[in-house]
């Protein structure tokens, strides 16, 4: 019998419904896992299942009952005894999921004392008990600490603490993974994967179908507040049925998706001469180091970059690659080495060589003026660029149609476009120079999977067409993989390896890089 | 030994404050037009003989080249003598000592008033139903933007001339202090109580809240021990308001119900052009600032312990 | 907050901008005619707010009285806004040396509650109206001084800066161009809501005798009077004090739907 049964089940805030009859079953011991996009509706799901849908929300379902008891006549109190006490929910980053001002033994003991009848000392034995079974060391000193004290893996690891405490049949995982460095998350799935061993039921709610494959027995696609398609993992991620599942696990940017298109979009046609010839070095940086308030941020680091060459920084956050872009651009000054552009060194001054190398942020609608239009975001970068005031406007459409959008976006403001549509609009106005670099800055973290899809693809386009070379910056290694040519990768601030992307990946020399490709989640391991 | 080094910056820079403060009380004296040997003879009516005039210059220091005077106000500020007052002849510490405890009698009953009154209505509303919220949400703002004053005369027209429940004025035992300390306290509750729920409202949306929450907390317990602490951190901070509401409103309301106290003290020196007791009554008010917000820069730092690392 | 209030509040706020530019469309009354056989009348047709110890109608001596009050707050503002502005734009843009200056300055400043400093600047200048609005905008130097520059602080470490220098613009075009067109919105919505704060603190000088002098009508200092009649004449102390609570509560909605606004947030 299911431990979980969904049957039809609508959400809407308002007059905007955003689950729009749902259907699923959990049996007793399963893994099942629900994959979407942002705004597919897979978090609202997951949240009404603890009767937490939020405020204003009307939900409805023809069935929605938990070890046969129906919730949908549930009170307030009924509710609360199943939640923590039979159901778990983890929240997805627990910087924000846990009491930021209370002690993490406090927020597992929280659970104990409302369902169950252990006394204090009880408690606090059982607490360092649950910290020790989640893979927390020192289980009694992290029980007295405060989140922040606590590494992102270890907080993590006391979340799931927090849901396990009174021993639920049910465990609600919510992107338990989302805002983890990659070698922890790999750590994190392996807890969860131990959680399911002990025979607990797992829903696991998630964006990455790579990290939903080694953990989930059946997988269901969500779109738009609509399950497309649900079966066993190994059928759903090999053989997919609905389009839409085919386009999302195309778009997951890999080793093996290189040189291929990742977005439903043709290729352009490649111009007759590209702008600038492959293979002039444009950018040399040698010995750069740098500290803030003492602390080296980035020490000894050296680099070349060439002409319609993509150099990926790979590193886990705190590696330096941040630091790395900044002095790249003249940003920040270096305390030590040098940072040539064509051959010439950077100084402040210089603003003929600061329009040759441009930058693409990770959030793009930071960086624009909140009161611009995309008209006057171009326009002011070709006035810069020194294109008379006559031609800018035809210049602005140009740029926008390559990439991608249109003389309609020129009056909107970025506030009213889309996330991708901003990123475009990002490129479009570091294409404005006409450099010769662009730094990219995580330009895709904060894109759902088919928008980074078609904006992987157009950086892509848009380097064959003009011949820049790209700076690019990720935590993913998949991404770097897919578009870059060679790569660097940075731990505490040093380059620990460097080469063409598939040797490094493929044979990594160095002990980090190692651990950090094992650590990649893989669809082909499903 | 963070915490130690933090308190001890905090210390330096309230004598900062303090030290500016005194300037700005010599400069403020020594840039008011008329002479202040006249004003200590008893103002202009006086008609005091040039001899006088110079046996008080050179009593006072007043011949003294400015930067002997500037020496000689500090020390004297350091010492606790904040001069005496012109009209009522006494040293003005005495003058302020005597009505201090009135004063602190009101401001306490206020505060604590209104900081109640915020808590509970703020706990109450927050994220419950629209017509619920919006009803608050429209006391808070009549209730902040309510002058003292007119407040006072309508608390007075109501309880003690209408229903004569409460005497009108002062200084007769606990009952009198019931309108004066409402009468402080409701523009404050309104004010906390507006910036308590929205900080309120918002902790609600956060993410821990629903962990706690789908940890099968109710409500109570999630608002109590979770939101609450988060929800006052910026009541907290708020020392300037705090200070400024209590004496500039103390300076009214005692006004209002001829309640003894340093606020009508300060309004009728103000009308004598008694400089000397204003200016210690607003040394005064710069003493109890600086004193306060050490106070609260180390409550922050219990309520929220991620700032001990940032300090 | 509900767009039907805002709206109703903006026309209050429209009503009394009127009032103070042309009393005489409100009330036909003088405000300063004396009738000695008819003091302290309660409402009536002819006095609809009833007259004061001296036989004035209390509805002309409000309606009048707008322009004074109305002056109090957003000359105070305008006065407070002005040099706070200028220092607050020094502090943020300026060099350390310059910031550290304006900065321990507001540290002294806001050690003061604003109504005793206002009462020092009364003390030395003397009262009056615009004395008044002096002192109270003085007292508000501090405050305006911090958020101005806090606010300019914010826009220079913003992304959309970063990329304009990045884009190669040079340093004073950022600034003109981005920095001071983004600091000046917030900061004049802001200072809509201490509009209201202003007309209190002004109506108080008043109140305590400090401010506008009689006979000139000020809610305030009509206030200050009434107080004498609490037990005899009811009108006198409720319909001024009321007019200045609803001139406050129209400012302030009007303010804080000008700040959601601007903060992209609904009303």
Redesign the interface.
């Known amino acids: 019998m299911s431990l979980v049964k969904v049957d039809d089940l609508r959400v809407a805030f308002g007059a905007t419904p955003v689950v729009r009859g749902v259907s699923f079953e959990i049996g007793a011991g399963e893994c099942l896992a629900l994959v979407g996009e942002s705004g597919s509706g897979k978090s609202v799901t997951a949240r009404t299942l603890v009767g937490l849908t939020g405020e204003g929300a009307q939900v409805s379902a023809a069935g929605l009952a938990f070890d046969g008891q129906d919730l949908t006549r549930l009170r307030e109190r009924g509710w609360r005894r199943l939640r923590g006490a039979r159901i778990g929910f983890v929240l997805q980053d627990a910087l924000v999921s846990l009491d930021p001002l209370r002690k993490v033994g406090k927020e597992i003991e929280e659970v104990l004392t409302a369902h169950t009848a252990l006394s204090g000392s009880e408690r606090k034995a059982r607490v360092t008990e649950l910290l020790a079974a989640a893979g927390v060391p020192e289980p009694g000193l992290r029980a007295g600490q405060l989140p922040h004290e606590l590494s992102g893996g270890l907080r993590q690891r006391a979340l799931i603490a927090t849901a396990l405490a009174a021993d639920p049949e049910l465990v609600i995982a919510d992107e338990p993974t989302t805002a983890l460095d990659v070698t922890i998350q790999a750590q994190v799935l392996d807890l969860l994967a131990g959680i399911k061993a002990q025979g607990r039921s797992l829903l696991v709610i998630s964006h990455d179908l790579a990290v939903v494959a080694r953990l989930a027995d059946r997988v269901a696609v969500m779109k738009d507040g609509v399950i497309v398609e649900q079966g066993p993992t190994g059928r759903v991620l090999g053989q997919p049925a609905h389009h839409y599942t085919r386009r999302l696990l195309r778009a997951i940017p890999a080793e093996h998706t290189k040189g291929t298109r990742l977005s439903e979009t043709g290729p352009r046609p490649v111009p007759a001469a590209p702008r600038r010839a492959a293979g002039d070095v444009v950018v040399r940086a040698e010995g750069v180091g740098k500290s803030f308030g003492g602390r080296p941020a980035v020490q000894d680091v050296s680099f070349t970059l060439r002409a319609a060459e993509t150099l990926g920084i790979v590193g886990e956050s705190g590696s330096g690659k941040t630091t790395t872009a900044r002095i790249a651009l003249g940003l920040t000054a270096a305390d030590t080495g040098t940072v040539e552009v064509h051959g010439r060194p950077w100084t402040r001054k210089d603003r003929a060589l600061r329009r040759d190398v441009q930058i693409v942020y990770q959030d793009p609608l930071a960086a624009f003026d909140p009161r611009y239009t995309v008209a006057k975001v171009l326009a002011e970068a070709l006035a810069v660029a020194g294109v008379p005031r006559g031609r800018r406007r035809e210049r602005a459409v140009e740029l926008l149609e390559l990439v991608g959008l249109g003389a309609e976006h020129l009056a909107r403001r970025p506030l009213r476009l889309s996330g991708g549509q901003r990123q475009r609009v990002a490129i479009a106005r570091a294409l404005a120079p006409e450099p010769s670099v662009i730094v990219c800055d995580e330009p895709v973290s904060a894109l759902d999977v088919s928008v980074q899809a078609q904006v992987l693809d157009l950086l892509e386009d848009v380097q064959r067409e003009t011949g820049v070379a790209y700076l690019f910056i990720s935590h993913d290694l998949g991404v770097v993989h897919h578009l870059c040519d060679r790569v660097l990768v940075m731990k505490d601030g040093r380059v620990v390896e460097e080469g063409p992307v598939g040797t490094v990946f493929r044979e990594p020399a160095h002990p980090y890089t190692k651990e950090l490709v094992a650590a990649v989640p893989r669809l082909a391991a499903a | 030994m963070t915490t130690l080094r933090f308190i001890g910056w905090r210390l330096l820079?309230g004598a900062?404050?303090?030290w500016?403060?005194a300037t700005?009380t010599f400069l403020?004296v020594h840039?008011?037009?008329g002479d202040p040997a006249e004003a200590v003879v008893g103002g202009e009516g006086a008609a005091p003989t040039p001899e006088v005039l110079a046996q008080v210059r050179a009593e006072y220091g007043l011949d003294l080249p400015w930067y002997q005077q500037y020496a000689a106000h500090l020390w004297r500020i350091v010492r606790g003598d904040f001069g005496t007052s012109y009209r009522l002849h006494t040293p003005v510490t005495q003058a302020i000592g005597e009505q201090a405890a009135a004063t602190v009698e009101l401001a306490l009953a206020g505060a604590a008033t209104g900081l109640t009154l915020a808590v509970a209505v703020a706990l109450a509303t927050a994220?419950r139903r629209r017509w619920l919220r919006?009803l608050a949400?429209a006391a808070e703002?009549?209730a902040?933007?309510?002058?003292?004053?007119?407040?006072?005369?309508?608390l007075?027209?109501v309880f003690?001339?209408g229903l004569r429940l409460f005497p009108?004025t002062g200084g007769q035992g606990p009952a009198s202090l019931v309108l004066p300390a409402l009468c402080l306290a409701l523009p404050i509750a309104g004010v906390l109580g507006h910036v308590l729920r929205e900080s309120l409202e918002e902790v609600l949306d956060?993410?821990?809240i629903?962990?706690?929450?789908?940890?099968?907390?109710?409500?109570a317990a999630v608002r109590v021990?979770?939101a609450l602490?988060?929800a006052m951190t910026p009541l907290v901070t708020m020392t300037?308001y705090w200070?400024?509401?209590l004496?500039?409103g103390a300076?009214?309301t005692e006004?209002?119900f001829t309640r003894q106290g340093i606020g009508r003290l300060?309004?009728s020196?103000?009308?004598a052009?008694d400089?000397p007791v204003?200016?210690g009554?607003?040394l005064l008010?710069?003493l109890v600032?600086?004193v306060v917000n050490l106070v609260v820069d180390l409550l922050y730092l219990a309520?929220?312990?991620?700032l001990k690392e940032a300090a | 907050m509900k767009r039907a209030g805002v709206y109703a509040a903006a026309a209050v706020l429209a009503v009394l901008v009127l009032a103070a530019l042309a009393p005489e469309l409100f009330t036909a009354q003088d405000p300063l005619a004396v009738d000695s056989g008819g003091t302290l009348r309660p409402p009536s047709a002819g006095h609809p707010l009833g007259t004061d110890e001296n036989g004035r109608d209390v509805l002309a001596r409000i309606v009048h009285g707008t322009r004074t009050s109305l002056l109090l707050g957003f000359g105070a503002v305008a006065v407070a806004l002005v040099f706070g502005g200028l220092l607050g734009l020094a502090a943020g843009l300026g060099n350390r040396l310059v910031e550290g200056v304006v900065m321990r300055l507001s540290d002294v400043g806001m050690a003061f509650p604003e109504l005793l400093l206002a009462l020092v600047v009364i003390t030395v200048a003397g009262g009056g109206t615009s004395n008044a609005v002096l002192a109270i905008g003085v007292a508000g130097i501090p405050n305006y001084a911090r958020l101005v520059r806090a606010q300019t602080l914010a826009i220079r470490r913003s992304g959309y800066v970063e990329a304009a220098h990045a884009l190669g613009l040079s340093a004073p075009r950022v600034i003109l161009r981005h920095v001071l067109p983004n600091a000046v919105k917030p900061v004049l919505v802001l200072a809509t809501v201490g509009v209201g704060t202003a007309l209190v603190a002004g109506s108080a000088l008043s109140f305590l005798g400090l401010g506008t002098p009689p006979p000139e009508p000020e809610w305030g200092s009509m206030l200050s009077t009434a107080r004498n009649f609490i037990s005899r004449a009811w009108w006198y102390g409720v319909f001024p004090g009321a007019a200045i609570t609803l001139t406050v509560i129209s400012v302030t909605v009007v303010g804080r739907a000008l700040r959601l606004r601007s903060e992209g947030r609904a009303w």
């Open positions: 820079a900062g404050v303090l500016g403060a700005l403020v840039f008011t037009p994220r919006g949400s703002l009549v902040a933007s309510t002058p003292t004053f007119w407040l006072g005369i309508v007075l027209t003690s001339f009108a956060e993410p821990f629903v962990s706690a929450r789908a940890r099968g907390l109710g409500d021990r979770h602490r988060h300037g200070v400024g509401a004496l500039g300076v009214v006004t209002l300060l309004v020196a103000v009308n052009k400089l204003v200016l009554v607003v008010s710069a600032y600086v309520i929220d312990p991620r």
